[in-house]
C-alpha cells in the first residue's frame, strides 16, 4: 500500500475522497517539526506540501523510497526540481486552481488602496466625520501594470478591464503573436519593464523568483512609479525590496502598498519591523491563493495529481 505525507494544511474531504487506500499521514504540523517530517518520510511513496516545507537537501535524503510530490499551489521555489528531477521524482503543481482566488485578491486590494475609506469604522463610531480626509480615488480609469502575464495575471487581467480599468503588461516569455494577449482577456497592452512601472496607477507583481526577478522592485523602480501608485505583491517576496517599499509610503510617494508574500516566511517580529507605523499598507500571510473554494480546488487536484502517479506508475 502507497504511503503518503501531507505536512501542510489541505481539504480534508480530498483526502479521504482521493487518497483512500492508501497509508496517508495527514498532519499539517509537520512543516514546523523537521526531524518528525524526516522521520514519516522513511518509506514514504509520496509528499504533498504547500510553500512552506523546503523539499530539498536533508529532507529529499531522508526520503529514499519517494516518488511523487505534490504542491498545494504553483510556485515551486520550495521544491528542488533539479533533484527530484535526477532521482525520477515527479512534481505536480496545482496549475490553475487558485489562479482566481489570487486575481480576486489583487483587484480588492487595490480597491481598497485607491480608495482609502475603510479604515473610518472607529472614528465613526465615536462620533467624527472625516469625509473631506476619505476622499478616496476610483478604479475605474486608472492604469494596471502586470509585471508577468501568466495564467494568474491574464485572470487579473479580465476582472480589471471589466471595471474600466486601461490594462498593460510585461512578460519577455511571450511573443508577440501569443494568443495570451488576445482580447479574450481583454485588451492589454505589450509594453516594456521600465514603461510600465513608470507608466502604472496599480503594480501588481506575477512573476516567479529567479535570480533575474529577486529585487526587482526596489528603490530605484519604486522612484520610477507615479507619485501615488499602489503596488501589489502575491508573486514571492523576493522580489521586493521590503525596507524600499516601506519608506516609500512613509515618504508619500507611494499611495499604498499590498504585500501578501515576503523574502522570510513567515514573517517573524524583527522582520516585520520595519513596516511599524508605515501608512496605507496592508501585510497579509500569504493567502492571497487560499479562499475556501480555491483550498478545496487545489487540494481535489493535487490529490488526483498524486493518485494517478502512483496507481499508473
Not at 42 to 61: E, F, P, S
Not at 144 to 157: H, P
Not at 251 to 263: N, P, Q, T
Request: hydrophobic letters at 50%; glycine letters at 10%; proline letters at 5%.
Amino acid at each position: 500500500m502507497p504511503k503518503v505525507v501531507i505536512s501542510e494544511f489541505m481539504d480534508e474531504a480530498a483526502i479521504d475522497a482521493e487518497l483512500s487506500g492508501f497509508e496517508t499521514l495527514y498532519d499539517p504540523g509537520l512543516v514546523d517539526r523537521p526531524d518528525d517530517l524526516a522521520a514519516a518520510l522513511a518509506g514514504a511513496d509520496a509528499l504533498i506540501v504547500r510553500n512552506r516545507t523546503q523539499v530539498r537537501g536533508a529532507l529529499l535524503a531522508a526520503a529514499q523510497d519517494l516518488a511523487v510530490v505534490g504542491r498545494l499551489g504553483v510556485g515551486l521555489d520550495n521544491i528542488d526540481v533539479a533533484a527530484c528531477r535526477a532521482r525520477g521524482i515527479a512534481v505536480y503543481p496545482a496549475t490553475g486552481a487558485n489562479d482566481g482566488a489570487v486575481a480576486e485578491y489583487v483587484i480588492a486590494a487595490a480597491m481598497l488602496l485607491l480608495r482609502g475609506a475603510y479604515g473610518a469604522s472607529a472614528q465613526v463610531a465615536a462620533g467624527a466625520w472625516p469625509r473631506n480626509a476619505l476622499m478616496g480615488r476610483e478604479i475605474g480609469g486608472k492604469r494596471l501594470g502586470l509585471v508577468g502575464f501568466g495564467a494568474i495575471a491574464r485572470e487579473t487581467a479580465r476582472r480589471a478591464a471589466a471595471l474600466g480599468m486601461a490594462v498593460a503588461a510585461h512578460d519577455p516569455f511571450l511573443a508577440p503573436d501569443d494568443p495570451a494577449w488576445s482580447p479574450a482577456h481583454g485588451p492589454v497592452a505589450r509594453s516594456e519593464l521600465d514603461a510600465l512601472i513608470a507608466g502604472s496607477d496599480v503594480l501588481s507583481l506575477h512573476v516567479p523568483l529567479t535570480d533575474a526577478t529577486r529585487g526587482l522592485i526596489d528603490a530605484a523602480a519604486l522612484a520610477r512609479m507615479p507619485r501615488g501608485a499602489v503596488l501589489i505583491n502575491a508573486a514571492r517576496g523576493g522580489v521586493v525590496d521590503e525596507p524600499a517599499v516601506a519608506d516609500a509610503l512613509r515618504s508619500g510617494h507611494l499611495g499604498g502598498a499590498a504585500l501578501d508574500v515576503f523574502d522570510r516566511e513567515p514573517l517573524d517580529a524583527g522582520g516585520g519591523a520595519v513596516f511599524a507605523d508605515v501608512p496605507n499598507l496592508i501585510l497579509t500571510p500569504h493567502i492571497a491563493g487560499v479562499s475556501r473554494e480555491s483550498n478545496v480546488r487545489v487540494s481535489a487536484v493535487t490529490a488526483r495529481a498524486v493518485r494517478r502517479h502512483l496507481t499508473e506508475r
